[in-house]
Nanobody
Framework: QVQLVESGGGSVQTGGSLKLSCAASGYIDSNSCIGWFRQAPGKEREGVAAIYSRNDATYYAGAVEGRFSISRDNAKNTLYLQMNSLKPEDTAMYYC?????????????????????????WGQGTQVTVSS
């Protein structure tokens, strides 16, 4: 069983930065995706950034590309999300999530439509609030 625990959320002003961390325990398959999602009040949960474990390819939602950076430290079993140039529309609960082993033929596109349902393991979330 995989457990994910997020930390690092908080309140910042527009243009500020935050770095989220996700400590993972348990076995995460080498052919899997791990990433960050967010959910604002009244909106659906959306993918923000993800890493495909098979080749360490990274994927970003268009709204955050160039401002957010996902990385991981395998030695510490920790996933990070560096968020720069934050905007009020980035305000949301941020969740760390991981899939189980994916199909051998999986494209690797961790944020492609339909892949969200493959994310089986979820953290409890950490709140990010950006004020104008």
């Amino acid at each position: 069983q995989v457990q994910l625990v997020e930390s690092g959320g908080g309140s910042v002003q527009t243009g500020g930065s935050l770095k989220l961390s996700c400590a993972a325990s348990g076995y995460i398959d080498s052919n899997s995706c791990i990433g960050w999602f967010r959910q604002a009040p009244g909106k659906e949960r959306e993918g923000v950034a993800a890493i495909y474990s098979r080749n360490d390819a990274t994927y970003y939602a268009g709204a955050v590309e160039g401002r957010f950076s996902i990385s991981r430290d395998n030695a510490k079993n920790t996933l990070y999300l560096q968020m720069n140039s934050l905007k009020p529309e980035d305000t949301a609960m941020y969740y760390c999530a991981a899939t189980r082993q994916l199909s051998y033929w999986f494209s690797g596109r961790c944020l492609a439509p339909g892949v969200k349902s493959s994310f089986t393991y979820w953290g409890q979330g950490t709140q990010v609030t950006v004020s104008s």
